[in-house]
């Protein structure tokens, strides 16, 4: 079965800091690779993806994601936290060989918290 | 444009009352998904649409729980007889096509805030 997990629950950083949230993937085939975050009473919103080429992946505000099969990972970065980053961050995983297969299965959730 | 927009915001039931929650997703994308968001459980996949397709109906946790979408847009969650475990936040989707590989991001509404007294 397609999984991610994300084994810290919270991270903290200081602003201007690097921050890095983890995220470790189990599928079959191909993995589909997705980064979320969520704001207070808000939606997700989407902020880069993995489909295949270049193992390190540019999104939205600044993050970046790098892909290695070997280690089955696929951490959000980001070189310069901003306190206005502090949020709950998904990670998710579709299985990319079959295509019947359409859903996202996310991680449980890391919040990060960026200190002044 | 105009994202998803998901309504009502926040619904408080009595157990044992049905509810419907609704999604209108963003125009032209043909695939809806339905998740939902409660603590200790994360983010649950419970239903998805891709246009005229049989909808995928695996994660729908009982037959209490149902989905419908007219007309390959609007969509309702139609939940029966509510439980004190049904209080969740539900998180409605939608997508371009994902049929054939394809792996496009899904853009989420704000959801619906049920609280089942």
């Known amino acids: ?116 | 444009g105009a994202g998803v927009s998901q309504s009502p915001s926040n619904k408080v039931t009595e157990k044992g009352k049905d509810v419907e929650l609704r999604c209108d997703p963003i125009s032209g994308h043909t695939a809806l998904y339905w998740y939902r968001q409660s603590l200790g459980q994360g983010l649950e996949f419970l239903i998805y649409f891709q246009g005229n397709s049989a909808p995928d109906k695996s994660g729908l946790p009982s037959d209490r729980f149902s989905a419908e979408r007219t007309g390959g847009s609007v969509s309702t969650l139609t939940i029966q007889r509510t439980q004190q475990e049904d209080s969740a936040v539900y998180l409605c989707a939608s997508s371009l096509d994902q049929s054939g590989g394809r792996a496009y991001e899904q853009y989420f509404g704000p959801g619906t805030r049920l609280t089942v007294t």
């Open chain 1, 1 to 116: 079965a397609q999984s991610v997990a994300q084994p810290e629950d919270q991270v903290n950083v200081a602003e201007g800091n690097p921050l890095t949230v983890k995220c470790t993937y189990s599928v079959s085939g191909n993995p589909y690779l997705f980064w979320y975050v969520q704001y207070p009473n808000r939606g997700l919103q989407f902020l880069l993806k993995y489909i295949t080429g270049d193992n390190l992946v540019k999104g939205s505000y600044g993050f970046e994601a790098e892909f290695n099969k070997s280690q089955t990972s696929f951490h959000l970065k980001k070189p310069s936290a901003l306190v206005s980053d502090s949020a709950l961050y998904f990670c998710a995983v579709r299985d990319g060989l079959r295509t019947g297969f359409q859903k996202l299965v996310f991680g449980t959730g890391t919040r990060l918290l960026v200190s002044p």
